[in-house]
Structure formats: structure tokens, C-alpha cells
């Protein structure tokens, strides 16, 4: 007796077990004087639950891109684009998003920041503080509630925006180069900073990143893109044991290994822009 699935239906079930596909996405701009810029082509993509993925590729390739169009601020050309098997639609709040540039309320207090997501989504006020001072411990900032984001180093900030993200549980964690501003030393440790506060939350995050080392250490796969328009070119699966630790994993002799394969792949696209 056969057990296979109509197609209809075998796509439906692996969309089901996805928390993000991208199945053959162009995506087109048109500039003020009528010009149009291919921003991504023919681009497919899929993410299981719980995975974490980084994107790298060259400058311009459409790596934020691919963050916009699963939040449905931008809206594909050609193909589809669906979170946790539903097309995006809108703004969907299971979805968390890091950004580059602190975004942090610069107004509000550490504890106030932290605090402000389960404010807007309703929930009470003892519960709120309950959340906010369990994160603020996480995050290693409980000396610091009542401190203002410029009284912070970068790094501090970074775990304010952290604490503001995990606390509001998103299924689907976006983040767009979040590190790239810091110096190496805060960067190896808010790395394993998010390793820690990821692991065993069951989300699925996509990391961007220009930085090849940071998405072995962090991701399950790595996506490599192409130049404009970008294209995906090849993923490597990324076997090292968790949990990993960046400041011990980088000296692995895989690590090294998958670190010059992605750079030359990498660098054909460097080349061609």
C-alpha cells in the first residue's frame, strides 16, 4: 500500500514544518527616473523551526532584503514569500527584529526599554515587571535598570536590545548585522551572548552578516549569496558541536576549513561588483 502524499499536499506539509520559505523570489525597484534595479532573482530559501541561518554575501546583494520581505515591509515581485506556511500578508508579531543601529528608546530607562513590548501587546503591569527583571538578570543588566541608553557602552545597549526582543518569545528572530559596530572584544562576547539566549527557545533566527567567521560560529547553515542581483549560490551546513563558544571554536580545524570555502565563494562575488 503507497503512503505518498498528493503533491499538493506533500508541499503543504514541508511549508507546515518550515517557519520561513522563500520559493523563487525576484524582487524589482523602480528609482524616481524610471530606472529598475534587480534586487534579488529567482531566490529560494527555506527555514525549519528552531534553526538558526546566516546570510552572507557581498555589499548590495540583497541580504536585509530578504529580512524586509519575511516582515512584509516589502512585497515580491515575482514568487512567495510565507511565515510558518501562511503567505506574509502583513506584520506578523511572532516575528522579533535586531537591527544594525541601536533602537533602543533614548528616553526611557534600561528597565523602562526592556519593559516596553509586553506594555504594547497588553499584558499587565506586575506581570510586565516580572518579564523585565527576569531578562534584565539574563542579560547581565540588573545593576543597571535605572540607567538612560547614553549612559551605556555599546555593548550594554546591545543587551538592552536583546532583553527588548527575547522578551516579547518571537517564533522568528530577524537580525540585521547587529553586531557589526562594536569593537572584537564585545562582539566575541555578545556572540556567545546570543547563542545563550537562543539556545532552547525554539525559534528560528536569520542572521545577516558581512562576516564570515561570525555566521560559521553561529548559524546550523550558512546561505551565500551572489552580486546583484543576488542569487543563492550555495549552503554549507555547519557540523560543529553545540554549544559553541566563539572564542574556542574558531580554532577548530573545521571551522577553519568552512571558513577559506565560503571566502572563496565569496570572493568570485567580491570580484565581480
Known amino acids: ?13 514541508v511549508a507546515a514544518a518550515s ?22 532573482r529567482n531566490f529560494s530559501m527555506s527555514v525549519a523551526r528552531g534553526e538558526f541561518v546566516a546570510i552572507v554575501g557581498p555589499t ?30 502583513g506584520i506578523d508579531p511572532r516575528i522579533g527584529f535586531v537591527f544594525q ?5 533614548p528616553w526611557r530607562s534600561v528597565e523602562n526599554n526592556v519593559a516596553a513590548g ?14 523585565t527583571q527576569q531578562w534584565l538578570q539574563r542579560v547581565g543588566l540588573s545593576k543597571f535598570a535605572q540607567h538612560y541608553p547614553h549612559q551605556l557602552s555599546g555593548g550594554m545597549r546591545k543587551r538592552v536590545a536583546l ?17 557589526s559596530a562594536l569593537d572584537m572584544q564585545t562582539r566575541t562576547l555578545m556572540q556567545d551572548e546570543l547563542l545563550k539566549l537562543w539556545s ?15 555566521a560559521i560560529a553561529l548559524a546550523d547553515r550558512v546561505f551565500v549569496l551572489s552580486a546583484r542581483p543576488g542569487r543563492l549560490k550555495r549552503v554549507y551546513d555547519i557540523h560543529l558541536p553545540r554549544p559553541r563558544a566563539m572564542s574556542e571554536v574558531r580554532y577548530d580545524p573545521r571551522f577553519i576549513a568552512l571558513s577559506r570555502q565560503i571566502w572563496d565563494d565569496l570572493r568570485e562575488e567580491v570580484v565581480i561588483q
Do not use: W, Y
Open 60 to 89: 548590495g546583494c540583497g541580504k536585509s532584503t530578504t529580512l524586509n520581505m519575511v516582515t512584509g515591509l516589502l512585497r515580491p515581485t515575482v514568487g512567495e514569500v510565507r511565515v510558518m506556511g501562511q503567505p506574509v500578508t
Open 163 to 179: 532583553a527588548q526582543t527575547f522578551i516579547n518569545q518571537p517564533e522568528i528572530l530577524l537580525m540585521d548585522e547587529p553586531f
Open 101 to 105: 543601529a541601536d533602537a533602543v528608546f
Open 118 to 131: 509586553p506594555q504594547f501587546r497588553g499584558k499587565s503591569h506586575k506581570e510586565t515587571m516580572a518579564l
Open 1 to 13: 500500500m503507497k503512503n505518498d502524499l498528493p503533491a499538493d499536499t506533500a508541499a503543504a506539509s
Open 200 to 214: 532552547g527557545t525554539g525559534g528560528s533566527v536569520v542572521f545577516v552578516t558581512h562576516d564570515i567567521d561570525e
Open 19 to 40: 517557519a520561513i520559505d522563500f520559493h523563487d523570489v525576484s524582487l524589482r525597484f523602480i528609482s524616481q527616473d524610471g530606472n529598475a534595479t534587480v534586487a534579488l
